[in-house]
């Protein structure tokens, strides 16, 4: 079974709720639009995802609810890519590696 996050939420949401640096670094309050989009997209992941092989040698993690769909891709490699639509809004990370950002020049 997949993992409840919807107590998680309510705690963000109460957290995030404080004023303008928050967090003491310049921390912005979460939002409504975020908190709601968020909800959205816990929804998927309360689901079991499917799972299949991806053209390019990758895993594909699949969740789907309605009309909604989040794909989380990994490999080939150390490379995480993540698409979907939730909420009538398209989604779509760039390729990442554990070592983006993080490589000595």
Request: glycine share 16%; charged share 25%; with cysteine.
């Amino acid at each position: 079974q997949a993992p409840d996050h919807r107590q998680g939420l309510r705690h963000l949401a109460a957290a995030g709720r404080g004023p303008s640096n928050w967090d003491g670094y310049g921390g912005d309050p979460i939002t409504p639009e975020t908190l709601a989009f968020a909800k959205k997209v816990s929804r998927l992941l309360e689901h079991k995802p499917d799972d299949a092989p991806g053209g390019d040698g990758s895993i594909c993690w699949e969740w789907r609810e309605g009309d909604d769909i989040l794909c989380l891709d990994v490999g080939p490699g150390e490379i995480i890519r993540m698409y979907g639509r939730v909420g009538g809004q398209f989604l779509r990370s760039a390729p990442q590696s554990p070592d983006d950002g993080q490589s000595s020049p």
